[in-house]
């Protein structure tokens, strides 16, 4: 079966910046969509970051773009999350996530992430 497992959480001061990681297995990598996702405790869970299959197609939601960059490394089945100006906002608990499509998924097609990560604290102080 699909397994992601996240890692690079940690406590970081407003301004730092940290770098999640995702090593997947039980799936043929290449071929799909990866995504990053986060939830904060009585909120439902947000969209992060898409990336697809090949990595030359990427999306952001608005509160991380340019600050944010998704990346991949087919031959190893990893995908990382580089996180800079973190700010106290984006203290969540940060999920990886598998799609069952090839392309960046659009906001209507969310629901095509499917595999799910344990996920890894993130904790911005000010």
């Known amino acids: 079966q699909v397994q992601l497992v996240e890692s690079g959480g940690g406590l970081v001061q407003a301004g730092g910046s940290l770098r999640l990681s995702c090593a997947a297995s039980?799936?043929?990598?290449?071929?799909?969509?990866m995504g990053w996702f986060r939830q904060v405790p009585g909120k439902a869970r947000e969209f992060v970051a898409a990336?697809?299959?090949?990595?030359?197609?990427?999306r952001y939601a608005d509160s991380v773009k340019g600050r944010f960059t998704i990346s991949r490394d087919n031959a190893k089945k990893m995908v990382w999350l580089q996180m800079n100006v973190l700010q106290p906002e984006d203290t969540a608990v940060y999920y990886c996530?598998?799609?069952?499509?090839?392309?960046?998924?659009?906001?209507?097609?969310?629901?095509?992430?499917?595999?799910w990560g344990q996920g890894t604290q993130v904790t911005v102080s000010s």
């Open positions: 996530a598998a799609s069952i499509v090839s392309h960046v998924p659009t906001d209507r097609e969310l629901q095509s992430f499917g595999s």
């Open positions: 039980g799936l043929t990598f290449s071929n799909y969509a």
């Open positions: 990336i697809n299959y090949s990595g030359s197609r990427t």
